[in-house]
Nanobody, 127 residues
């Protein structure tokens, strides 16, 4: 019901910045809380950041808190992830995901709560 396409990944030097974008199809984008997750080779997919339907509430993994900013523009059906002060350990495929509209809780990090996923965009941070 929701299709997501990420863009903006690439190769960046440690300490640099990237902005990821996730464009959503459909007419129900504003009804979904959105999240960003990442997965490095050989590791489990992990939560990065999430944002509420209106954008009034954001939540971040401890590992990115203070460096990353999630935002959304419901008029453009787009969610963003601004990544600053990038570290080599941030290197991973990054995925945006739409949270199920059936849930409205304070737990944002469970991947099972996000039924819609993009194809991913690669972020590589060199040292």
């Amino acid at each position: 019901q929701v299709q997501l396409v990420e863009s903006g990944g690439g190769l960046v030097q440690a300490g640099g910045s990237l902005r990821l974008s996730c464009a959503a199809s459909g007419r129900t984008f504003s009804l979904h809380a959105m999240g960003w997750f990442r997965q490095a080779p050989g590791k489990e997919r992990e939560f990065v950041a999430a944002i509420s339907r209106s954008g009034s509430i954001t939540y971040y993994a401890d590992s990115v808190k203070g460096r990353f900013t999630i935002s959304r523009d419901n008029a453009k059906n787009t969610v963003y992830l601004q990544m600053n002060s990038l570290k080599p350990e941030d290197s991973a495929a990054h995925y945006c995901a739409a949270r199920s509209t059936a849930y409205s809780g304070s737990i944002w990090y469970q991947i099972s709560d996000y039924p819609y996923w993009g194809q991913g965009t690669q972020v590589t941070v060199s040292s």
